[in-house]
């Protein structure tokens, strides 16, 4: 009986091996879809808006960011990413970049996939986003005006990567 076991494993093992290697030279695996192609992925940066700031507005070049405080004292941004491809759960890394003194903020990805609201037509929209900006500027600099770089690294589990990035202008005003 186990010797029986034993050779069904190795013919099955065999029959997957050899789907495995066919299905390799047609371009595709046999168990996963064919990859993207690169124009069905895509990240944008923006910023929340409409009443309840939870709708996404595209961040155009030289757009105004604007610092936040919350109450807590430290100093934060409030971003969005817009995804194309990446499903409903992807992994955002974001960076902030000084571009007049290369002082750099990054706010990591998460250890489990955060979760996007996405319409019909599958352009998914991760907002608010919010990314610490202490450190961007040093302690006595003036941030008003402030010339930066927002950058944001997407994956998903599946593999399927993108970034975008943008320049961007600090704005004190609400502080």
């Known amino acids: ?80 990413v817009r995804t194309i491809g990446f499903g409903t759960r992807a992994f955002v890394a974001m960076t902030l970049r000084n571009l007049e003194t290369n002082a750099e903020v990054i706010a990591p990805a998460p250890v489990r996939p955060q979760l996007f609201y996405c319409n019909d037509e599958g352009v998914c929209d991760l907002v608010p986003l919010l990314v610490m900006a202490a450190g961007l500027t040093e302690t006595d600099a003036e941030r008003d005006g402030a010339l930066i770089e927002v950058r944001a690294d997407v994956h998903n589990a599946d593999g399927t990567s993108g970034w975008a990035a943008r320049e961007a202008v600090l704005s004190t005003e609400d502080l």
């Open 1 to 80: 009986m186990v010797r029986f076991v034993l050779m069904l494993g190795l013919e099955t093992m065999l029959r997957s091996l050899v789907l495995s290697a066919f299905s390799a030279t047609l371009g595709c695996a046999a168990d996963k879809d064919p990859p993207a192609e690169e124009s069905q992925v895509s990240v944008d940066i923006g910023v929340p808006a409409g009443d309840d700031g939870l709708d996404f507005e595209s961040l155009p070049k030289g757009g105004e960011l604007r610092l936040q405080t919350f109450g807590q004292g430290g100093t934060h941004v409030l971003l969005g």
